[in-house]
Structure formats: C-alpha cells, structure tokens
C-alpha cells in the first residue's frame, strides 16, 4: 500500500482510508490500492467487517481524477476503473462478501458518491452532500451510481439527481433511507467503529451469506426468492455453505443453553 490508501485492522475491523489530498480524487493506480485493501478484507478469515473512509475534513472523495484522464482521446482509453473490484477497487468488486461500512466524512461526489453506493452501509457527518456532476462533463455516472441508486431510492428521486446534478444533503439522504445515521465530524469514527464491532459478533458465516444472497433474490418475485433460499436451491455458494455449517447448529444450542455462542466459521 501506498500512502493514497491506508489500512489499519482493529480487532475484527479492517479500516480502509483514502488519502490522496485535496479532495481524495481516484486514478487508476488508487482504484487498485483500494481493490487490495478490500481484497484482503475477504481473504482473511479472521476480518468480518471493513470500513472504508476519506482523510481529511472536506471531502470522503471527488470521484474520478478528471485531470489523469483530460488527455485521453475517448473514454475508453480511460483505465481508471481497471482494477478487478472496478472503479475504486468496490464498484464491481462481486468477490467481496463481507460487509463495509461506509463512513462518509466529507462531500461525495461522482464516483465518491458510487463508492459510497457500494458499501452496506452508509454513516454521514451532518454537512455531508452527496452529487452526480457527470452530466455535465459530458458522460453519466456509470460506475454504479445509474445502476444502484434507483435500486436505494425513488426512482424519480434518482433521475433528479442525475439530471440536475443537486447537492443532497445527509439529511435528505437519510430520509430516503440511504444513509442510516448522521453524525458529527468528531463522533463519526467512534460511530462507525461501534457499529462495526456490533456485526462483527454475528455469525461469520451468515454475515457473508447474507450480503450475497440479497443481490440474488431482490429482483425475483417473492415465490422464486423464497424458493432460492431454500437449502440446496440457492446457486450461492457462500449460503449454501452457511446453511450446512456448525455454525448455524451453535446458534441455536448457544440460546438454549443461555450462553454466548462460539463462532467457528464452518
């Protein structure tokens, strides 16, 4: 890792800090630092949940770094989101299976704000805004925002945003419900950390499984998803593997004999 992109493991914890001054802008070389971290995330067994976060006190990140790409011909000469979890290492990182937790400490902006989309989870300081400024600069947000706002969102709500390019504010976006908490600055980490350290005692197992089935299920109708959650029927190898392991036979003998379970990861 370099110092645009620093991580810190705190107990079950992995904190992921973006550090490139002054807006914590992402340029190809960063996505892949960021796929890294996030990668590690899921490889080590004893990290279940990741947080990821901008330094600074003015932006969780601008998005794109528009003056490493103002001298490509075409857009696809652009590599900024080559890395394998996409732009910002997250975006289509489809191999992460544990949940992250965004806490955004600043403005998020164009492909900020789609790394923020990306997480689980979303934390906000208070004068926090959150943008979609692609429109004009001639292109759309097409690392995540177009594909999974209107999924987090009304509909109508979305295509304001990616018309018009407003500001909202982390009080609008916990009131359409895609920021859960907003937080002072001071009390954001301490927050998060909380939060984190809260689903960290789940099952390690179900809370991997529960991130990978969401995805599988959200767009079926209701008796085709309750029959893909069925053991043996789901296509999701991560539930599949939950719903056979020890650890969901411990939940159960844990709450019956009134203690805390002990998770074995299998």
């Known amino acids: 890792m370099s110092d645009a992109v620093r991580t810190e493991r705190r107990g ?3 904190e992921v800090t973006l550090d490139r001054p002054p807006v914590n802008a992402i340029d190809a070389a960063t996505s892949m630092e960021l796929y890294e971290a996030f ?4 490889e ?5 949940i990741g947080i990821v976060t901008g330094a600074g006190d003015r932006c969780f990140s601008a998005g794109w770094d528009l003056k490493a790409v103002a001298d490509a011909e075409s857009l696809e000469d652009i590599d900024v ?9 997250l975006t289509e990182n489809w191999e992460l299976q544990k949940p992250v937790i965004g806490a955004i400490n600043g403005m ?3 492909g900020g704000f789609e790394l923020a989309l990306s997480t689980d989870i979303i934390i ?3 004068w926090a805004e959150f943008w979609l400024p692609e429109m004009e600069r001639g292109f759309l947000a097409s690392a995540g925002a177009i594909q999974r706002l209107p999924r987090r969102i009304p509909y109508d709500v979305a295509m304001d945003l990616f018309l018009t390019g407003r500001h909202m ?3 609008e976006a916990k009131h359409w419900g895609l920021v859960r908490d907003v937080v002072s600055s001071e009390n954001l980490m301490d927050h998060c950390r909380e939060l984190a350290d809260q689903l960290s005692e789940g099952a390690p197992l179900a809370l991997q499984a529960m991130k990978a089935i969401m995805p599988a299920i959200m ?4 008796p085709e998803a309750m029959r893909k959650t069925k053991i043996g029927n789901s296509g999701v190898p991560i539930y599949e593997k939950m719903m056979n392991s020890e650890d969901a036979l411990e939940g159960p003998r844990a709450f019956a004999e009134k203690r805390k379970p002990v998770w074995k990861g299998r």
């Not at 080590?44 to 279940?48: E, I, N, P, R, Y």
């Not at 989101?81 to 290492?89: I, L, T, V, Y």
């Open 44 to 48: 080590d067994d004893s990290l279940t």
């Open 169 to 171: 504010s982390a009080q």
């Open 12 to 14: 079950k914890v992995l």
């Open 124 to 126: 906000a300081v208070d």
């Open 39 to 42: 990668h590690m995330l899921q």
């Open 81 to 89: 989101d080559e890395s394998p979890g996409g732009f910002a290492g």
């Open 219 to 222: 767009t079926l109708p209701l």
């Open 108 to 110: 998020a902006i164009g």
